[in-house]
T-cell receptor, first 113, second 115 residues
Framework: AQSVAQPEDQVKVAEGNPLTVKCTYS??????LFWYVQYPNRGLQFLLK??????LVKGSYGFEAEFNKSQTSFHLKKPSALVSDSALYFC???????????FGTGTRLQVFP | DTAVSQTPKYLVTQMGNDKSIKCEQN?????MYWYKQDSKKFLKIMFS???????INETVPNRFSPKSPDKAHLNLHINSLELGDSAVYFC??????????????FGPGTRLTVL
């Protein structure tokens, strides 16, 4: 069965420092992986996705994610964090042969000045 | 020019009542979804529709009934509301059903509180 795990409930980084939000996955078939961000009292906004090809995927707001097949990971990264990046981040995987997205439990990112 | 919109944004009601949440997308997508986010922020799919046809129904109590009058709208009707139905409900859409690489675009959510 498809699943993703986000091992950290919370990540704290200083503004200007690089950030990483971790995600590991377990799939049958090809992994179609997604990152979404949820700002307070807002909907989910799509950041990026991995379908195939280059293992480094670039997305919105300067975020990127690295797909690592051997480690079954899809970590979200940004070279220099902003206070405005503070939000809840969700990793998701497409269900096996279905449209549904299966979400991780979310990681709260806090960027402090 | 909101892509996926939901109404209302907030809904407070008493146990036992019946309520509806509406969703509309202007992206021209064929597929629409309802997800539920509980108090611990856990997100789980409830339903998906493709061009007005039910595709996914995830072990949701039959008090929940989605209705899709056309492919741009997917409404969620909930009968006999219970305390445990309190959550944020998100509508989403994607271009086509069965295209596993498509991105799903989410609405702003409806926060339902059952008293």
């Amino acid at each position: 069965a498809q699943s993703v795990a986000q091992p950290e409930d919370q990540v704290k980084v200083a503004e200007g420092n690089p950030l990483t939000v971790k995600c590991t996955y377990s799939v049958s078939g090809n992994p179609y992986l997604f990152w979404y961000v949820q700002y307070p009292n807002r909907g989910l906004q799509f950041l990026l996705k991995y379908i195939t090809g280059d293992n480094l995927v670039k997305g919105s707001y300067g975020f990127e994610a690295e797909f690592n097949k051997s480690q079954t990971s899809f970590h979200l990264k940004k070279p220099s964090a902003l206070v405005s990046d503070s939000a809840l981040y969700f990793c998701a995987v497409r269900g096996y042969n279905t449209d549904k997205l299966i979400f991780g439990t979310g990681t709260r990112l806090q960027v402090f000045p | 020019d909101t892509a996926v919109s939901q109404t209302p944004k907030y809904l407070v009601t008493q146990m036992g009542n019946d309520k509806s949440i509406k969703c509309e997308q202007n992206l021209g997508h064929d597929t629409m979804y309802w997800y539920k986010q509980d108090s611990k922020k856990f997100l789980k799919i409830m339903f998906s529709y493709n061009n007005k046809e039910l595709i996914i129904n995830e072990t949701v109590p039959n008090r929940f009934s989605p209705k899709s009058p056309d492919k741009a709208h997917l409404n969620l009707h909930i009968n006999s509301l219970e305390l445990g139905d309190s959550a944020v409900y998100f509508c989403a859409s994607s271009p086509a059903s069965g295209t596993l690489t498509d991105t799903q675009y989410f609405g702003p959510g409806t926060r339902l509180t059952v008293l």
